[in-house]
């Protein structure tokens, strides 16, 4: 039924229909989230084998001991499986703790305080990052804490505005980064095409030398398709346009294995590294190297991965499935959406001004989404219409219930805008 061809007699109608299946979900006091990106329970039970998998062995393959100090950019069997998961060779790989997000900003925070050649970012005049939205909130987290602007670009499906992008390099000399989630991006779930991943690489030679872009490949191996496409590798782009420096990467096995205990990766060229390894060594004397032996022992090859994550795209895919079946059983005529092929989400547009109701609507009727304009810089939608879902937490039962209510508020906020 589309709402937006009703008569208000038959609007008014459909608005106490509605109001009536809300309330009753009202009554059933649900306590029901999809907010985050989490996985669930049975995906971090994959990786149970962690815990004693070194049965007392504490001493790599290539023969250190993991219990002591040193090795500040990790071990090199670590740095070989981030190397396979970027597509650069290990050398340029270090490896951290559980997550990328700390990686990420303690590259940002190198240099935003240090810089290139000595051009930190703080001494220039409003340093400003591009931002692709919709995107990772937690991203520009790391802008807001740095006192970093932003400016946006649209996503398309084959990734950034590009046109928009080097415009802006051209005519903002304070631009010094931008964000990227290359595959599956959140919460699109768009992958970046050949022609696209090609021209960021080229963005080094029109940029400043201090701009850098971060490549946050969250998503590499998170596929739910059979046959799924592939990213071109940028690290080889970069280096047929000698940018190599203007290109962070960075990927973690936070959905891989434990996400509160997994290991991640910054890969780069070797200036880059170099100066991340010396301000590490103010911060650490050696990462957890225990870890990541032990991720070694679970994944000794490239196959043991690949195998591990396809038992991830078997729970999650049958998620996928029950959102979007609601969708397009329900919500065609109030929205559109991504049929994402990987990652953790599915991005929603309502219609124009109504996410913040959505949300409302939904958190009374016990169901927390992701706030509304989460996925735009500074929190703030200008058409207040997007909404990311998370469907991999809940259980099947939780996130079907969660996916009932989410269509009956969406349909509820659409309908109630018309007749007033």
């Not at 990467?249 to 010396?278: C, M, P, R």
Request: aromatic residues 8%; charged residues 20%; proline residues 5%.
């Amino acid at each position: 039924m589309n709402s937006q061809s009703l008569a208000p007699e038959q609007l008014q109608t459909l608005e106490t229909e509605l109001t009536t299946a809300y309330e009753a979900l009202k009554k059933e006091n649900l306590k029901l989230d999809i907010t985050r990106g989490k996985p669930s329970t049975e995906q971090v039970s994959l990786a149970d084998n962690l815990d004693g998998i070194l049965n007392g062995n504490f001493i790599s393959d290539s023969g250190i001991d993991t219990r002591n100090y040193g090795h500040l950019r990790g071990l090199p069997e670590s740095c070989k499986l981030g190397g396979e998961i970027l597509g650069v060779p290990e050398s340029q790989v270090i490896t951290g703790g559980n997550g990328s997000l700390s990686l990420m900003h303690s590259v940002a925070l190198l240099h935003y305080l240090y810089g290139y050649n000595n051009q930190a970012w703080q001494q220039l005049d409003k340093p400003t990052f591009i931002c692709p939205v919709p995107g990772y909130d937690r991203h520009f987290s790391i802008c807001e804490n740095l006192n970093i602007e932003m400016i946006t670009v649209p996503m398309t499906e084959a990734g950034p505005d590009m046109d928009m992008v080097e415009s802006l390099l051209k005519t903002h000399p304070n631009i010094v980064g931008m964000w990227c989630v290359p595959k599956y991006s959140n919460p699109t779930g768009s992958s970046y095409s050949s022609e696209t991943v090609e021209r960021i690489a080229k963005l080094g030679k029109i940029a400043q030398p201090y701009f850098r872009v971060f490549w946050d490949n969250a998503y590499a191996i998170h596929t739910i398709e059979e046959s799924p496409e592939k990213l071109s590798n940028i690290w080889h782009a970069c280096q047929e346009n000698s940018t190599e420096d203007s290109v962070w990467q960075f990927a973690s096995s936070s959905k891989v294995s434990f996400a509160g205990a997994g290991i991640s990766w910054v890969a780069g060229s070797d200036s880059n590294l170099q100066a991340f390894e010396k301000l590490l060594g103010v911060t650490t004397i050696g990462s957890d190297k225990v870890n990541q032996l032990r991720h070694h022992r679970l994944f000794p090859n490239r196959s043991a991965l690949v195998s591990h994550m396809q038992k991830h795209a078997n729970i999650v895919q049958a998620k996928f499935e029950i959102v979007l079946k609601v969708l397009n059983d329900e919500l065609q005529e109030y929205g559109h959406w991504t049929e994402a092929k990987g990652g953790y989400f599915i991005s929603f547009d309502s219609q124009p001004g109504l996410a913040k109701n959505i949300e409302k609507l939904a958190s009374e009727a016990g169901l927390k989404l992701t706030p509304a304009g989460a996925t735009f810089p500074y929190g703030k939608d200008p058409e207040d219409r997007n909404i990311r879902i998370a469907p991999t937490f809940p259980c099947v039962e939780e996130l079907e219930k969660a996916m009932e209510i989410f269509a009956v508020c969406v349909k509820l906020a659409t309908v109630r805008k018309h007749l007033h």
